[in-house]
């Protein structure tokens, strides 16, 4: 096992790998920018080094001072998170070829799966469904028109490099299809330096499921139950849950057999996600995959029990798999994850920024919290707004919504506008109480007005026992 590990990353997530590695007795190296001297990851690290700059692209995505810190801190080993470097080839190559373990899949798999077109054609080979659309990516305004009149509309362009919604763009008519290509290009190469996209049918209003699966260097593969990651705002999710309402024991079955099948065609190991869409039918068809530790994992955990992190260092030093299929594909419980961003959720989830004048996280029976906010805490405009994460588990759907919709109740964050109210409101709803929604959930009830129990929830804080002069002190941002 590894003796120190450098965690490329900073936040929740760098807090999040240091608690597996703590409780496993190796040692923590954090970096960091100068914008996050006074971070919670810096003084929880064994030992931290900073990085310098203000933006990732001068300092979290420099692999050059990455590479630098984990050789002056001694690190037989870099972890990166998820984001950042974390799914970028070169980096883990350049880990391995410095000495160091890269907590993660090989370059090679990173590269084949990482590129969308690449992942599209494996998956074709390894008989894993896909949604019609165009062979490898598309060039031209010519080619994409060609591709769409074959196909049929909707569509979806899609950037061939990267994620998290960047370089997306759904094409319902022929009057938006060339504004569409030449957006998505556009933003492709802004956000990835890689301007190619490619064009595929668009599933209406289907569900977004996603595989959990762990790889190991002696040929075992093993899938987890699903993820439902259907509440989505500009493509990327707020509001997971485990396991989903519309995968059946035989669709799971069938979609993490797809997914081990695709895994191996590559020679993945360590832990990834694949991510389907499933249609009203029960079909499913495969999207992408993320080389990488995903956001939500913590809902998989909270339903098997397994720590998902301390696996990927386990396989990541050598070690064998020790749990079987029939051990792990069955859900235990029911989890719901909220993602707190600092976004105005009453105006088109704009960012939001500000300094943290008050803070308190729910707590009680499996409620979970995975944050690097504390009093003080300023959010800028250098990083992604996700701030924390709220995870709850019970023993069934139903008490796991009630015991979610109570800890959201309890959670204040005061200095700028969050997405809690927007989490509140979607798991009180009609639509995900009942389990019937998709990916269309923001589009056809969101925005809407202000019920009653959204202004309780706000309203409590002045319920936890503050008196007016407090309230007065740490005012409640504004919703409106």
Known sequence: MFKRVLIANRGEIALRVMRTCKRMGISTV?????????????????????????????SYLVVEKVLA???????????????????????????????????????E?????????????????????????SDGAVATFD????VVERIGYPVIIKAAAGGGGKGM???????????????????????????????????????????????DHHGTVLYFPERECSVQRRHQKVVEESPSTAVTPAIRKAMGEAAARLVQAASYTNAGTLEFLLDARGEFYFMEVNTRLQVEHPVTE?????????????????????????????????AIECRVCAEDVFNDFLPDTGVVSFMQLPEGEGVRNDTALYEGYEVSVHYDPMVAKLIVHAKDRETCIERTLEALDNY?????????????????SA???????STFFVKEHWPISQPESFLSSLAAIAAAGFTAEEQRRHPLPSHD
């Open 412 to 428: 204040q964050i005061v200095g700028f506008k969050t997405t809690i109210p927007f989490c509140r409101l979607v798991i009180d």
């Open 30 to 58: 954090a970096i960091y920018s100068d914008a996050d001297v006074r971070a919670p990851h810096v003084s929880e690290a064994d030992v931290a080094i900073g990085i310098g700059g203000y933006t990732p692209r001068e």
């Open 431 to 437: 639509p995900f109480r009942t389990g019937n929604y």
């Open 69 to 107: 810190a984990a050789r002056e801190s001694g690190a037989d080993a870099v972890h990166p998170g998820y984001g950042f470097l974390s799914e970028n080839a070169e980096f883990a190559r350049a880990v391995a070829e410095a000495g160091m373990t890269f907590i993660g899949p090989t370059p």
């Open 169 to 215: 763009r759904i094409v319902e008519e022929a009057s938006e299809i060339e504004s569409s290509f030449r957006a998505a290009q556009n933003e492709a190469l802004t956000s990835f330096n890689d301007e190619r996209v490619f064009i595929e049918r668009y599933i209406v209003e289907p569900r977004h499921i996603e595989i959990q699966i762990l790889a």
């Open 302 to 334: 909270m339903v098997t029990g397994i720590d998902f992190v301390e696996q990927q260092l386990r396989i990541a030093s050598g070690e064998k798999l020790t749990y079987n299929q029939t051990d792990v594909v069955k859900p235990k419980g029911a």
């Open 143 to 146: 080619e994409a028109r060609s």
């Open 109 to 133: 798999a990173i590269a084949m799966l990482g590129d969308k077109t690449a992942a599209r054609d494996l998956a074709l080979a390894s008989n894993v469904p896909i949604s019609p659309g």
